[in-house]
C-alpha cells in the first residue's frame, strides 16, 4: 500500500507535497510523491509510489473518491479489499466523512472497520447501501446483506 492524505485544495500547493505527506505517512528518500486533483471535494489527493514502480499506479482509493459522488443516496459507503487492506469512502449528503485504508487480511477485520467507521459518524445501515468495488469474498457479502439495506458491485 502507499501512503495517502487527502488536503483540501485552498491549503494545497504541490511545492508542499512531500512535507504535507510526510507529516502523516513515513516517506523513504527513494519514494515518489505525487498528487490528484478532487473537484467533487474541493480536495487533493497526495500520495506516494515506490521509485521502482515503473507503472504510474494510483492508490486504490483514488476509484473509491471518483465514484462516491455518483451515488445518489445522501449516505455514501463505497469499500474495496485487496489481500492486505480494506479502503473505505464514506460521505454524507456533499460532505466527505472518511477516505482511509485499514489493514485486514481477513473478513472478520475488513468487517469491524466497516462498522467502526458507520459508528464513528453515526451512519445507520439499516438505510445505507454498500457498494463495493473489485473482488469481494463471498462471506463478507453475506454478512454485509444481514446487516445493510442493500449491497451493491461496482
Same mark, same amino acid.
Given at each position: %500500500?502507499?501512503?495517502?492524505?487527502?488536503?483540501?485544495?485552498?491549503?494545497?500547493?504541490?511545492? +508542499?507535497? @512531500?512535507?504535507?505527506?510526510?507529516?502523516?505517512? #513515513?516517506?523513504?528518500?527513494? +519514494? !515518489?510523491?505525487? /498528487?490528484?486533483?478532487?473537484?467533487?471535494?474541493?480536495?487533493?489527493?497526495? @500520495?506516494?509510489?515506490?521509485? +521502482?514502480?515503473?507503472?504510474p499506479s494510483?492508490?486504490? !482509493?483514488?476509484?473509491l473518491l471518483?465514484?462516491? #459522488?455518483? !451515488?445518489?443516496?445522501?449516505?455514501?459507503?463505497?469499500?474495496?479489499?485487496?489481500?492486505?487492506?480494506? @479502503?473505505?469512502?464514506?460521505?454524507?449528503?456533499?460532505k466527505l466523512?472518511?477516505?482511509?485504508? @485499514?489493514?485486514?487480511?481477513? !473478513?472478520?477485520?475488513?468487517?469491524?472497520?466497516?462498522?467502526?467507521?458507520?459508528?464513528?459518524?453515526?451512519?445507520? #445501515?439499516?438505510?445505507?447501501?454498500?457498494?463495493? /468495488?473489485?473482488?469481494? #469474498?463471498?462471506?463478507?457479502?453475506?454478512? %454485509?446483506?444481514?446487516?445493510?439495506?442493500?449491497?451493491?458491485?461496482?
Amino acid at each position: %500500500m502507499v501512503g495517502f492524505t487527502l488536503v483540501p485544495s485552498e491549503f494545497f500547493s504541490s511545492e +508542499d507535497a @512531500y512535507r504535507i505527506l510526510s507529516e502523516v505517512v #513515513p516517506l523513504k528518500d527513494t +519514494d !515518489i510523491v505525487q /498528487h490528484i486533483e478532487l473537484p467533487d471535494y474541493k480536495a487533493v489527493l497526495v @500520495y506516494a509510489r515506490q521509485r +521502482d514502480n515503473k507503472s504510474p499506479s494510483e492508490p486504490p !482509493i483514488t476509484e473509491l473518491l471518483r465514484f462516491a #459522488p455518483s !451515488i445518489s443516496a445522501h449516505n455514501r459507503l463505497v469499500a474495496a479489499l485487496d489481500s492486505n487492506y480494506l @479502503y473505505i469512502v464514506l460521505a454524507e449528503g456533499e460532505k466527505l466523512l472518511l477516505a482511509n485504508a @485499514y489493514p485486514a487480511a481477513d !473478513i472478520v477485520t475488513a468487517q469491524y472497520f466497516i462498522f467502526a467507521a458507520l459508528r464513528e459518524f453515526q451512519i445507520n #445501515p439499516r438505510v445505507t447501501t454498500i457498494h463495493f /468495488h473489485g473482488e469481494i #469474498p463471498s462471506a463478507l457479502t453475506e454478512e %454485509m446483506f444481514k446487516h445493510f439495506r442493500s449491497v451493491e458491485f461496482v
